[in-house]
């Protein structure tokens, strides 16, 4: 597969999907952990060869050997892998997993082509992501400028000054304070 683009992170990040979509055993799936570390490091080496376009052949015929060898392997860990995404969006939606009878009964209950259960997305492709729903519209400022100054150049200068004291921590109550205790520091000293 030669993946063509103007943008090398686009092409890098195509090659790994494709990559992890072929290459996809986990740390259970290896007798001891020096053992998947080898596997991740081959993985690793053969993306990075893609990416920069080093032996891109031999390495094309590694990764289709590869999925003719372990075809069955790799369905059953993207099944796997699709049940637990599945299984996480249900949870952080705060809705118990759907076992395979909930889904039947769910099906056959619902009405027209494509339903959706009530309170859910619809995903847009495979991954499951949900569909964004658009911006909600944005407040208006009452008049004036950004800022909220309205009316009078000297007045909103003022204000913009005397908020962007206090925001550092200053205010009037504190310079008279000081000038007040100075004042009487100086009397006492004499």
Known sequence: ?????????????????????????????????????????????????LIEGIDVSTIEEKIAKYQEENAEQIMINRARKAEELAAALTASKGQPALTDNDVATNQNSQTGFGAVPQGQYAPT???GQPRPTGMAPQPLPLGGDMLGFAGDEKEAKRLQAERGARAGGWSVEISRKRAHEEALGSLWVC
Do not use: Q, W
């Not at 494709?18 to 053969?46: G, T």
């Open 1 to 49: 597969m030669v993946v063509s683009s103007t943008n090398p992170h686009n092409k890098e990040i195509a090659i790994r999907r494709r990559i992890c979509s072929i290459f996809n055993k986990r740390e259970d799936d290896f007798p001891s952990l020096k053992e998947y570390n080898d596997y991740l490091e081959e993985v690793e080496d053969m993306t990075f060869n």
């Open 125 to 127: 492709f495979a991954g």
